[in-house]
């Protein structure tokens, strides 16, 4: 596509609910990344993709964060048992390779009732 | 560890003014330094891109430098206008990691 798309643009959901986030990166870019970046705040790293494997998935806050990638396309981003302070814009870039120049998408907000 | 550091947080300046917004980072072991602009409720846009081994970048109004070895990097933007008013954002790949570190950006509001 022409740029980075994720879907769905806004989501709400009660505590405890699953939730998942997707995100289609350019043609043709092997790197994908996902941030979290709460009200007011800065962006907080989640994982790397190089491909369809993650070498850095550090950022992820814990456990009930999990993110998958399907060859050199597709990502999606879940959360499980959400919780409130999950609540925030997730937004996901892509690049033609890793450490060059990044494109985002619009991210997707999401908030936890 | 990597820190970036963007300084002002926050900035308002009649139009037409020229500006230099500042960001600093710790760990001088960069690939490079990209600055974005990100609009209210939007995704980030891509402004510039400086190499670790280049001195500065410049696209129309913009001029980007980077001086690793005292690990900082300048964005000036010439003849302000209402129309670049959003926040400005830094980030670093360090060398051996692809993970981009963000700074907190500068606020700016250009007033008509």
């Known amino acids: 596509g022409a740029g980075v798309s994720q879907s769905p643009s806004n989501k709400v959901t009660e505590k405890g609910k699953d939730v998942e986030l997707r995100c289609d990166p350019i043609s043709g870019h092997t790197a994908l990344y996902w941030y979290r970046q709460r009200l007011g705040q800065g962006l907080e790293f989640l994982i790397y993709f190089q491909g369809n494997s993650a070498p850095d998935k550090s950022g992820l806050p814990s456990d009930r964060f999990s993110a998958e990638r399907t060859g050199e396309s597709v990502s999606t981003l879940t959360i499980q048992r959400t919780q409130q302070e999950d609540s925030a814009v997730y937004l996901c870039a892509s690049s033609f390779q890793g450490a060059v120049e990044l494109f985002f998408g619009e991210g997707s907000r999401l908030t936890v009732l | 560890k990597q820190e970036v550091t963007q300084i002002p947080a926050a900035l308002s300046v009649p139009e037409g003014e020229n500006l230099v917004l500042n960001c600093s980072f710790t760990d001088s072991a960069i690939y490079n330094l990209q600055w974005f602009r990100q609009d209210p409720g939007k995704g980030l846009t891509s402004l510039l891109l400086?190499?670790?081994?280049?001195r500065e970048q410049t696209s129309g109004r913009l001029n980007a430098s980077l001086d690793k070895s005292s690990g900082r990097s300048t964005l000036y933007i010439a003849a302000s206008q209402p129309g670049d008013s959003a926040t400005y954002l830094c980030?670093?790949?360090?060398?051996?990691?692809?993970?981009?570190?963000f700074g907190t950006g500068t606020r700016l509001k250009v007033l008509a």
């Open positions: 400086i190499q670790s081994s280049q």
């Open positions: 980030a670093v790949p360090t060398s051996g990691t692809y993970k981009y570190i």
